[in-house]
Protein backbone atom coordinates (compact mmCIF):
# COMPACT_ATOMS: atom_id res chain seq x y z
CA UNK A 1 0.00 0.00 0.00
CA UNK A 2 1.37 3.59 -0.74
CA UNK A 3 0.01 6.44 0.02
CA UNK A 4 0.02 10.40 -1.70
CA UNK A 5 -0.85 13.38 0.50
CA UNK A 6 -3.14 16.06 -0.62
CA UNK A 7 -2.95 19.37 1.19
CA UNK A 8 -5.71 21.74 0.16
CA UNK A 9 -5.60 25.52 0.93
CA UNK A 10 -4.42 28.66 -1.13
CA UNK A 11 -3.73 30.16 2.49
CA UNK A 12 -0.56 27.24 2.54
CA UNK A 13 0.57 28.34 -1.09
CA UNK A 14 0.52 31.94 0.18
CA UNK A 15 3.04 30.86 2.88
CA UNK A 16 0.11 32.23 5.35
CA UNK A 17 0.11 29.04 7.16
CA UNK A 18 2.76 26.47 7.70
CA UNK A 19 1.77 22.72 6.37
CA UNK A 20 1.98 20.98 9.59
CA UNK A 21 -0.42 18.53 9.08
CA UNK A 22 1.70 16.43 6.02
CA UNK A 23 4.69 16.03 8.59
CA UNK A 24 2.63 14.49 11.27
CA UNK A 25 0.71 12.17 8.53
CA UNK A 26 3.85 11.01 6.76
CA UNK A 27 5.80 10.44 10.28
CA UNK A 28 2.69 8.49 11.50
CA UNK A 29 1.97 6.72 7.88
CA UNK A 30 5.81 5.57 8.30
CA UNK A 31 5.43 3.84 11.81
CA UNK A 32 2.65 2.15 10.71
CA UNK A 33 4.82 0.73 7.45
CA UNK A 34 3.17 2.43 5.26
CA UNK A 35 4.75 4.26 2.00
CA UNK A 36 4.25 8.14 1.68
CA UNK A 37 5.17 8.11 -2.33
CA UNK A 38 4.09 11.77 -3.17
CA UNK A 39 2.78 14.57 -1.62
CA UNK A 40 1.22 18.44 -2.84
CA UNK A 41 -0.26 21.25 -2.58
CA UNK A 42 -3.58 22.91 -4.22
CA UNK A 43 -5.86 25.87 -3.40
CA UNK A 44 -9.03 25.90 -3.03
CA UNK A 45 -9.95 25.59 -6.48
CA UNK A 46 -12.37 22.89 -7.80
CA UNK A 47 -10.84 22.89 -11.53
CA UNK A 48 -7.47 22.34 -9.61
CA UNK A 49 -8.27 19.75 -6.72
CA UNK A 50 -10.04 17.62 -9.26
CA UNK A 51 -7.11 17.41 -11.61
CA UNK A 52 -4.69 16.40 -8.64
CA UNK A 53 -7.04 13.56 -7.52
CA UNK A 54 -7.14 12.02 -10.72
CA UNK A 55 -3.73 12.47 -10.90
CA UNK A 56 -3.23 11.22 -7.41
CA UNK A 57 -5.16 7.66 -7.96
CA UNK A 58 -3.17 6.78 -11.00
CA UNK A 59 -0.56 6.23 -8.94
CA UNK A 60 -1.29 5.87 -5.00
CA UNK A 61 -3.40 3.50 -3.69
CA UNK A 62 -4.95 5.89 -1.13
CA UNK A 63 -5.44 9.52 -1.14
CA UNK A 64 -5.57 11.58 1.77
CA UNK A 65 -6.68 14.87 1.70
CA UNK A 66 -6.55 17.52 4.35
CA UNK A 67 -8.44 20.48 4.41
CA UNK A 68 -11.61 22.20 2.43
CA UNK A 69 -14.03 20.48 5.04
CA UNK A 70 -15.19 23.66 6.78
CA UNK A 71 -18.41 25.73 6.49
CA UNK A 72 -17.48 28.60 4.13
CA UNK A 73 -17.49 29.02 0.18
CA UNK A 74 -14.08 28.30 -0.37
CA UNK A 75 -14.46 24.90 1.54
CA UNK A 76 -14.45 22.54 -1.66
CA UNK A 77 -13.25 19.00 -0.98
CA UNK A 78 -16.46 17.47 -0.29
CA UNK A 79 -17.58 18.87 -3.36
CA UNK A 80 -15.16 18.10 -5.89
CA UNK A 81 -15.20 14.42 -4.43
CA UNK A 82 -18.59 14.48 -5.36
CA UNK A 83 -17.86 15.47 -8.95
CA UNK A 84 -15.16 12.67 -8.98
CA UNK A 85 -17.35 9.73 -8.13
CA UNK A 86 -20.57 11.10 -9.63
CA UNK A 87 -22.66 10.78 -6.64
CA UNK A 88 -24.98 13.32 -5.54
CA UNK A 89 -24.40 15.40 -1.78
CA UNK A 90 -27.31 14.03 0.92
CA UNK A 91 -28.16 14.83 4.04
CA UNK A 92 -26.27 12.84 6.70
CA UNK A 93 -28.42 12.84 9.64
CA UNK A 94 -25.69 11.55 12.42
CA UNK A 95 -23.45 14.42 11.00
CA UNK A 96 -26.90 17.23 11.42
CA UNK A 97 -27.17 15.77 15.08
CA UNK A 98 -23.83 16.21 15.77
CA UNK A 99 -23.56 20.06 14.71
CA UNK A 100 -26.45 20.51 16.68
CA UNK A 101 -25.29 19.01 19.71
CA UNK A 102 -22.05 21.13 19.16
CA UNK A 103 -23.52 24.33 18.75
CA UNK A 104 -26.65 23.82 21.59
CA UNK A 105 -23.24 22.64 24.23
CA UNK A 106 -22.31 26.17 22.97
CA UNK A 107 -26.02 28.12 23.76
CA UNK A 108 -26.48 29.08 19.78
CA UNK A 109 -28.44 27.26 16.92
CA UNK A 110 -26.61 25.75 14.10
CA UNK A 111 -25.38 28.21 11.57
CA UNK A 112 -26.90 28.04 8.15
CA UNK A 113 -23.63 27.74 6.67
CA UNK A 114 -22.83 24.93 8.66
CA UNK A 115 -25.60 23.02 7.75
CA UNK A 116 -23.57 22.42 4.24
CA UNK A 117 -21.02 20.25 6.40
CA UNK A 118 -23.97 16.99 6.65
CA UNK A 119 -24.43 16.81 3.25
CA UNK A 120 -21.84 14.13 1.85
CA UNK A 121 -21.61 12.07 -1.08
CA UNK A 122 -24.08 9.54 -0.82
CA UNK A 123 -23.02 5.87 0.27
CA UNK A 124 -19.97 7.25 1.59
CA UNK A 125 -18.36 6.80 5.83
CA UNK A 126 -18.33 9.74 7.74
CA UNK A 127 -15.76 9.77 10.28
CA UNK A 128 -16.88 11.95 13.61
CA UNK A 129 -15.64 14.98 14.52
CA UNK A 130 -14.95 14.82 18.53
CA UNK A 131 -13.12 18.20 18.56
CA UNK A 132 -14.44 19.86 15.81
CA UNK A 133 -17.42 20.49 13.57
CA UNK A 134 -15.80 19.33 10.19
CA UNK A 135 -16.95 15.66 9.12
CA UNK A 136 -13.62 13.26 7.84
CA UNK A 137 -14.76 10.87 5.05
CA UNK A 138 -13.80 7.80 3.29
CA UNK A 139 -14.79 7.26 -0.17
CA UNK A 140 -13.80 3.79 -1.73
CA UNK A 141 -13.65 4.42 -5.52
CA UNK A 142 -12.27 1.94 -8.21
CA UNK A 143 -10.16 -0.03 -6.34
CA UNK A 144 -8.63 3.34 -4.11
CA UNK A 145 -9.34 4.66 -1.03
CA UNK A 146 -9.96 8.51 -0.69
CA UNK A 147 -9.61 9.33 3.14
CA UNK A 148 -10.43 13.34 3.36
CA UNK A 149 -9.79 15.04 6.63
CA UNK A 150 -10.28 18.61 8.22
CA UNK A 151 -7.16 21.26 8.05
CA UNK A 152 -7.16 22.14 11.69
CA UNK A 153 -4.24 19.89 13.52
CA UNK A 154 -6.04 19.27 16.88
CA UNK A 155 -9.39 18.32 14.81
CA UNK A 156 -6.73 15.89 12.39
CA UNK A 157 -4.74 14.44 14.42
CA UNK A 158 -6.95 12.34 16.75
CA UNK A 159 -9.16 11.52 13.73
CA UNK A 160 -6.25 10.49 11.88
CA UNK A 161 -4.63 8.03 14.57
CA UNK A 162 -7.89 6.90 16.54
CA UNK A 163 -9.61 6.47 13.44
CA UNK A 164 -8.01 6.50 9.52
CA UNK A 165 -4.86 4.38 10.39
CA UNK A 166 -6.46 0.95 11.98
CA UNK A 167 -8.79 1.68 8.92
CA UNK A 168 -5.68 1.34 6.44
CA UNK A 169 -3.70 -1.32 8.81
CA UNK A 170 -6.60 -3.61 8.10
CA UNK A 171 -6.46 -3.20 4.26
CA UNK A 172 -2.81 -3.49 4.50
CA UNK A 173 -2.44 -7.22 5.53
CA UNK A 174 1.08 -7.51 3.41
CA UNK A 175 2.80 -5.03 5.50
CA UNK A 176 6.09 -6.89 6.40
CA UNK A 177 8.05 -4.49 8.55
CA UNK A 178 7.65 -1.52 11.08
CA UNK A 179 9.07 1.64 11.39
CA UNK A 180 10.16 3.51 14.98
CA UNK A 181 12.08 6.21 15.83
CA UNK A 182 13.35 7.88 19.24
CA UNK A 183 14.61 11.13 18.97
CA UNK A 184 17.52 12.17 21.19
CA UNK A 185 17.75 15.72 22.65
CA UNK A 186 20.73 17.73 23.50
CA UNK A 187 21.30 21.27 24.82
CA UNK A 188 24.32 23.48 25.63
CA UNK A 189 26.43 22.00 22.43
CA UNK A 190 26.67 23.59 18.88
CA UNK A 191 25.81 20.83 16.07
CA UNK A 192 29.45 20.96 14.73
CA UNK A 193 30.57 19.50 18.15
CA UNK A 194 27.90 16.85 17.72
CA UNK A 195 29.00 15.88 14.56
CA UNK A 196 32.52 15.04 15.18
CA UNK A 197 31.32 13.60 18.58
CA UNK A 198 29.58 10.71 16.85
CA UNK A 199 30.39 11.33 13.05
CA UNK A 200 30.46 6.71 13.11
CA UNK A 201 26.99 6.34 14.13
CA UNK A 202 25.50 9.28 12.08
CA UNK A 203 27.11 7.37 8.83
CA UNK A 204 24.92 4.27 9.70
CA UNK A 205 23.28 2.29 7.11
CA UNK A 206 19.79 1.02 6.91
CA UNK A 207 18.09 -0.64 8.82
CA UNK A 208 19.09 1.32 11.50
CA UNK A 209 20.02 5.30 10.55
CA UNK A 210 20.57 8.26 12.80
CA UNK A 211 19.77 11.73 11.59
CA UNK A 212 20.93 14.91 13.20
CA UNK A 213 18.73 17.83 13.33
CA UNK A 214 19.38 21.49 14.92
CA UNK A 215 17.18 23.93 16.06
CA UNK A 216 17.77 27.08 18.13
CA UNK A 217 19.30 26.36 21.11
CA UNK A 218 18.71 22.55 20.70
CA UNK A 219 19.95 20.18 18.84
CA UNK A 220 18.20 16.48 17.93
CA UNK A 221 19.34 13.63 17.00
CA UNK A 222 16.78 10.79 15.58
CA UNK A 223 17.30 7.37 15.33
CA UNK A 224 15.06 5.69 13.06
CA UNK A 225 14.92 1.00 12.07
CA UNK A 226 12.87 -1.18 10.40
CA UNK A 227 11.99 -3.96 11.54
CA UNK A 228 9.99 -7.29 11.78
CA UNK A 229 8.48 -6.66 14.90
CA UNK A 230 8.52 -4.33 18.32
CA UNK A 231 11.42 -6.36 20.08
CA UNK A 232 13.84 -5.80 17.58
CA UNK A 233 12.93 -2.30 16.48
CA UNK A 234 13.77 -2.05 20.18
CA UNK A 235 16.87 -3.29 20.79
CA UNK A 236 18.08 -1.99 17.73
CA UNK A 237 17.47 1.86 19.08
CA UNK A 238 18.84 1.17 22.19
CA UNK A 239 21.95 -0.05 21.02
CA UNK A 240 22.91 3.21 18.75
CA UNK A 241 21.22 4.97 21.75
CA UNK A 242 23.32 3.77 24.21
CA UNK A 243 26.70 4.61 22.29
CA UNK A 244 25.49 8.27 21.62
CA UNK A 245 24.81 8.39 25.37
CA UNK A 246 28.50 7.17 26.24
CA UNK A 247 29.82 10.00 24.26
CA UNK A 248 27.46 12.56 24.65
CA UNK A 249 25.33 12.07 28.21
CA UNK A 250 26.45 15.68 29.86
CA UNK A 251 24.36 17.43 26.73
CA UNK A 252 21.23 15.18 26.48
CA UNK A 253 18.04 16.66 28.21
CA UNK A 254 15.31 14.66 27.29
CA UNK A 255 13.91 12.32 24.57
CA UNK A 256 10.88 12.03 22.27
CA UNK A 257 8.76 14.97 23.10
CA UNK A 258 10.50 16.09 26.53
CA UNK A 259 10.97 19.74 26.59
CA UNK A 260 13.45 21.18 28.94
CA UNK A 261 11.34 23.16 31.33
CA UNK A 262 9.42 20.07 32.00
CA UNK A 263 12.46 18.12 32.60
CA UNK A 264 13.12 21.11 35.21
CA UNK A 265 9.74 21.06 36.19
CA UNK A 266 9.94 17.48 37.33
CA UNK A 267 12.84 17.38 39.11
CA UNK A 268 11.62 20.41 41.16
CA UNK A 269 8.66 18.62 42.09
CA UNK A 270 10.62 15.22 42.73
CA UNK A 271 12.70 16.95 45.43
CA UNK A 272 10.16 19.23 46.74
CA UNK A 273 12.42 22.19 45.80
CA UNK A 274 10.82 25.68 45.05
CA UNK A 275 11.89 28.49 42.60
CA UNK A 276 11.72 31.88 42.00
CA UNK A 277 13.40 33.87 39.10
CA UNK A 278 14.33 37.64 38.55
CA UNK A 279 14.79 38.21 34.74
CA UNK A 280 15.71 41.32 32.86
CA UNK A 281 17.12 41.08 29.61
CA UNK A 282 14.13 38.23 28.56
CA UNK A 283 11.38 40.11 29.77
CA UNK A 284 9.64 37.19 31.77
CA UNK A 285 10.22 34.38 29.27
CA UNK A 286 12.35 32.05 31.39
CA UNK A 287 9.26 32.43 34.13
CA UNK A 288 6.17 31.73 31.62
CA UNK A 289 8.27 28.43 29.90
CA UNK A 290 8.63 27.29 33.24
CA UNK A 291 5.34 28.11 33.88
CA UNK A 292 4.12 26.78 30.87
CA UNK A 293 4.16 23.07 32.60
CA UNK A 294 1.27 21.76 34.67
CA UNK A 295 1.47 21.38 37.88
CA UNK A 296 4.47 23.95 37.87
CA UNK A 297 2.62 26.15 40.98
CA UNK A 298 3.68 23.02 43.28
CA UNK A 299 7.57 24.70 42.65
CA UNK A 300 6.94 28.02 41.48
CA UNK A 301 6.92 30.75 43.99
CA UNK A 302 7.88 33.69 42.59
CA UNK A 303 8.83 35.60 39.14
CA UNK A 304 9.99 39.26 38.86
CA UNK A 305 10.68 41.31 35.42
CA UNK A 306 13.11 44.29 36.99
CA UNK A 307 13.91 45.74 33.31
CA UNK A 308 14.70 49.12 34.74
CA UNK A 309 17.86 49.70 37.12
CA UNK A 310 15.51 51.89 39.20
CA UNK A 311 13.42 48.02 39.53
CA UNK A 312 16.38 46.36 39.88
CA UNK A 313 17.19 48.39 43.29
CA UNK A 314 13.74 49.56 44.29
CA UNK A 315 12.19 46.24 44.02
CA UNK A 316 14.66 43.11 44.23
CA UNK A 317 17.13 45.27 46.49
CA UNK A 318 20.38 45.00 43.95
CA UNK A 319 22.81 47.61 45.78
CA UNK A 320 23.44 50.75 44.07
CA UNK A 321 26.92 50.54 44.32
CA UNK A 322 26.43 47.29 42.50
CA UNK A 323 25.18 48.59 39.37
CA UNK A 324 27.92 51.93 39.45
CA UNK A 325 30.70 49.82 39.80
CA UNK A 326 29.75 46.84 37.82
CA UNK A 327 27.03 48.18 35.44
CA UNK A 328 23.51 46.47 35.34
CA UNK A 329 24.82 43.63 32.83
CA UNK A 330 27.55 41.72 34.81
CA UNK A 331 28.29 38.54 36.90
CA UNK A 332 27.67 40.71 40.47
CA UNK A 333 24.11 42.26 39.30
CA UNK A 334 23.04 38.63 38.24
CA UNK A 335 24.09 37.05 41.41
CA UNK A 336 22.19 39.52 43.68
CA UNK A 337 19.11 38.85 41.56
CA UNK A 338 19.40 35.41 42.39
CA UNK A 339 20.33 36.41 45.73
CA UNK A 340 17.49 39.02 46.73
CA UNK A 341 14.71 36.99 44.34
CA UNK A 342 15.38 34.12 46.72
CA UNK A 343 15.19 36.44 50.04
CA UNK A 344 12.19 37.54 48.99
CA UNK A 345 10.50 34.75 47.71
CA UNK A 346 11.65 31.93 50.61
CA UNK A 347 12.35 29.91 48.19
CA UNK A 348 14.86 27.07 47.63
CA UNK A 349 16.22 28.18 44.67
CA UNK A 350 16.54 31.71 43.39
CA UNK A 351 18.23 32.55 39.69
CA UNK A 352 19.29 35.83 38.07
CA UNK A 353 19.85 36.80 34.65
CA UNK A 354 20.66 39.77 32.94
CA UNK A 355 22.06 40.93 29.86
CA UNK A 356 21.73 42.76 26.04
CA UNK A 357 19.22 41.77 23.86
CA UNK A 358 19.73 44.17 21.36
CA UNK A 359 20.39 44.68 18.31
CA UNK A 360 21.11 48.32 20.42
CA UNK A 361 22.64 48.97 23.37
CA UNK A 362 26.08 47.21 23.02
CA UNK A 363 29.10 48.04 23.27
CA UNK A 364 32.65 46.93 22.39
CA UNK A 365 32.94 45.93 25.83
CA UNK A 366 29.65 44.56 26.28
CA UNK A 367 28.14 43.49 22.95
CA UNK A 368 24.56 42.32 21.69
CA UNK A 369 24.26 38.93 22.95
CA UNK A 370 26.18 39.32 26.28
CA UNK A 371 24.05 37.54 29.20
CA UNK A 372 25.00 36.76 32.92
CA UNK A 373 22.93 33.81 34.48
CA UNK A 374 23.20 33.27 38.38
CA UNK A 375 21.59 30.19 40.11
CA UNK A 376 21.53 30.33 44.05
CA UNK A 377 21.06 26.89 45.24
CA UNK A 378 21.87 25.53 49.06
CA UNK A 379 25.67 26.60 49.51
CA UNK A 380 26.30 26.98 45.82
CA UNK A 381 26.94 30.66 43.98
CA UNK A 382 26.86 29.68 40.02
CA UNK A 383 27.87 32.46 37.35
CA UNK A 384 28.09 31.72 34.11
CA UNK A 385 28.63 34.65 30.85
CA UNK A 386 27.04 33.57 27.75
CA UNK A 387 27.47 35.56 24.48
CA UNK A 388 24.12 34.45 21.95
CA UNK A 389 24.13 35.43 17.89
CA UNK A 390 20.70 36.27 16.81
CA UNK A 391 17.78 38.18 16.34
CA UNK A 392 16.46 40.03 19.49
CA UNK A 393 13.92 37.40 19.84
CA UNK A 394 16.45 34.52 18.84
CA UNK A 395 18.76 35.69 22.47
CA UNK A 396 16.11 36.13 24.49
CA UNK A 397 15.37 32.67 23.81
CA UNK A 398 18.65 31.14 23.61
CA UNK A 399 19.31 32.51 27.55
CA UNK A 400 16.12 31.01 28.84
CA UNK A 401 17.48 27.75 27.31
CA UNK A 402 20.77 28.70 28.87
CA UNK A 403 19.14 29.43 32.23
CA UNK A 404 16.77 26.26 32.10
CA UNK A 405 19.88 23.92 31.07
CA UNK A 406 22.29 25.47 33.85
CA UNK A 407 19.22 24.65 36.18
CA UNK A 408 18.58 20.89 34.96
CA UNK A 409 22.75 20.52 35.97
CA UNK A 410 22.16 22.09 39.27
CA UNK A 411 19.36 20.06 40.51
CA UNK A 412 20.31 16.76 39.45
Same mark, same amino acid.
Given at each position: MNVEIISIGTELLLGNIANTNTVFLSQKLAESGIDVYYTSVVGD %??????????????????? !???????????????????????????? %????????? %?YFRMRGMKVLTSSVRQAYIPEGVRHIRNKVGIAPGLIVRYKGKIIVCLPGPPRELQPMFEEKVIPYLQKRNPKRKWILRSQTIKLTGI????????????? %????????????? &??????? !???????????? @??IMKVKKKIRERLKDFIFGYG??? &??????????????????????????? @????????????????? !?????????ENILGVSSQTIEKYGAVSPDCALEMAQRIRLLAGSDIGVGMTGIAGPTGGTIMKPVGLVYISVVFDSRRLIREFRFKGSREEIKFQASQAALDLLRKTIR
Open positions: %NITRLNESLKRALLRSDVV !ITTGGLGPTVDDITTQTISKLISKRLVL %NTRILKDLE %NPESVVNKSIKRIL %NLRPPTTVGIYCK &LGEVDLR !IVTKARDEKTAA @ASNST &LEGIVGRRLDGLKKTIAIAESCTGGLL @ASRITDVAGSSRYFAMG !IVAYSNAAK
